[in-house]
């Protein structure tokens, strides 16, 4: 199985960075097959919603509501996804999930959360 730990969310103020990483531990072989990782958010009262996401190939995926502001990437070599956050807003504020599939084990795992704050 797989393992997820989040780290780097924090309080800032509006307009300001934030650098999330997520680690993946695990055997070699389902480590090797992770296709997909990303982080997904959940604010109070709402639905948990993909923020970005990148494959093994370095192809990316972004929600409209943070293109531009966001960047993923990913460190295959460490098994470690980042999500760079700049001119954060308040309503970025959430708890942030990281996620990572592997299909072809029927792998798909969360970690523990990270909350993000962002004060007007």
């Known amino acids: 199985q797989v393992r997820l730990v989040e780290s780097g969310g924090g309080l800032v103020q509006a307009g300001g960075s934030l650098r999330l990483s997520c680690v993946a531990s695990?055997?070699?072989?389902?480590?090797?097959?992770?296709?997909?990782m990303g982080w997904y958010r959940q604010a109070p009262g709402k639905q948990r919603e993909l923020v970005a996401s990148i494959t093994t190939g370095g192809s990316t995926n972004y929600a409209d509501s943070v293109k531009g502001r966001v960047t993923v990437s990913r460190d295959n070599a460490k098994n470690t996804v980042y999500l760079q956050m700049n001119s954060l807003k308040p309503e970025d504020t959430a708890v942030y999930y990281c996620?990572?599939?592997?299909?072809?084990?029927?792998?798909?795992?969360w970690g523990q959360g990270t909350q993000v704050t962002v004060s007007s």
């Open positions: 996620n990572a599939r592997a299909d072809i084990l029927a792998i798909n795992v």
């Open positions: 695990g055997s070699r072989f389902s480590l090797f097959s992770l296709n997909i």
